[in-house]
C-alpha cells in the first residue's frame, strides 16, 4: 500500500480497483473553518499517520522542542513513559542541549491499565507495566516527557518507581495543556470531575504526584506546533493572503483545553 491523499472533511470518496474518484463534497457554512480534532495531534493517532500534510511524529517533536522554550528546568537528562511521548521527548532533549536516555522498558505481557475499573487496579498494573534501567539514570535528575496528563493517576506510580531506584529528582513535562472540558465531538473524555485539571490537586500538582516540578505546555504552544508547517506550506503556495483572516483558526478543536467549542451547544 501507499499513501495517495488525504480525504477531505465532508468528502464521499469511491475506491475502486482502477482510480479514487470524489462522489461529493458536503458543504461547510460558509465562513465557518474546519475544526480538526488538535488532540489527534497529541495522543490518538500513530505517529506515522499524516494529517493535514504534516506526519504526526513531527508535530509531536516540534511540541517537545516548544515545551522546551516554555518549561526548561536544571537536569542531567531527558526521558519519557515508553512510547507515545517518545517523539516529544527527543524534541525536548534536542531544544535542552540534554542527552535522551531511556529509564523504564515496557513490559509486553502486561494488557492495557486504564480500562481496569479502579485507581487502585490501574495503579498497579502500571507499576508492574514496566521495568526500570536503574544503571541509566541512580543519582541523576531526571526529566520525564508524558504527552498528557488526564486524571493523574497513572503518572503517580512510575514517579515513586523511579524515585524508589535511585533518581534524585523527577521533574515531568506534558506536551499538552491540561484537559479542562468535556467532548461532545465523539471522544470518551472522563467527566469534569475526575479531571485533574479540574480538582483541588492541580493546584499542587507537583506534591499530589510525587514530582519535584510539573509545567504543562501552553495552548498557544500547541497550536503554533501544529500549524507552523500548514502556515509554512500556505505561504510556499502563496494562498497565505487569502487565507490571513483565517490563520488563528486554521481549523484545529480546542475546545477539550479552552471550553472553546466549534459548533454551537443545543441541550
Not at 458536503?26 to 475544526?35: H, K, L, N, Q
Not at 498494573?125 to 541509566?136: C, I, M, P, W
Request: contains cysteine; hydrophobic residues 35%; charged residues 25%.
Amino acid at each position: 500500500s501507499r499513501y495517495y491523499r488525504e480525504v477531505l472533511p465532508g468528502e464521499i470518496v469511491k475506491i475502486s480497483r482502477y482510480d479514487v474518484q470524489t462522489l461529493d463534497v458536503v458543504p461547510r457554512p460558509e465562513g465557518d473553518p474546519s475544526a480538526f480534532c488538535i488532540f489527534e495531534y497529541v495522543y490518538f493517532a500513530r505517529p506515522d499517520s499524516i494529517f493535514e500534510g504534516q506526519m504526526v511524529y513531527s508535530v509531536r517533536r516540534r511540541c517537545g522542542q516548544q515545551l522546551a522554550i516554555e518549561a526548561p528546568v536544571e537536569a542531567d537528562l531527558v526521558s519519557t513513559v515508553p512510547e507515545s511521548a517518545t517523539p516529544a521527548a527527543l524534541g525536548y532533549a534536542e531544544k535542552c542541549g540534554l542527552p535522551y536516555v531511556e529509564v523504564l522498558c515496557k513490559n509486553r505481557y502486561v494488557g492495557r491499565t486504564f480500562i481496569q475499573p479502579n485507581r487502585r487496579l490501574r495503579q498497579l498494573g502500571v507499576a508492574k507495566k514496566f521495568g526500570v534501567l536503574s544503571d541509566n539514570f541512580k543519582g541523576k535528575r531526571v526529566v520525564i516527557i508524558d504527552d498528557s496528563i488526564v486524571r493523574g493517576n497513572t503518572i503517580s506510580p512510575i514517579i515513586k518507581l523511579l524515585r524508589e531506584s535511585g533518581a534524585k529528582e523527577v521533574h515531568i513535562r506534558v506536551a499538552s495543556p491540561p484537559i479542562r472540558f468535556p467532548c461532545y465531538m465523539g471522544i470518551n473524555i472522563p467527566t469534569k470531575e475526575e479531571l485533574i485539571a479540574n480538582r483541588p490537586e492541580f493546584l499542587d500538582l507537583a506534591n499530589y504526584i510525587g514530582a519535584d516540578s510539573v509545567v504543562y505546555l501552553s495552548v498557544e504552544g500547541l497550536v503554533s506546533s501544529v500549524q507552523e508547517s500548514i502556515k509554512a506550506r500556505q505561504a510556499s503556495e502563496n494562498s497565505f493572503k487569502t487565507q490571513k483572516s483565517r490563520v488563528g483558526k486554521i481549523g484545529h478543536c480546542t475546545a477539550c483545553l479552552t471550553g472553546e467549542y466549534p459548533v454551537e451547544l443545543e441541550w
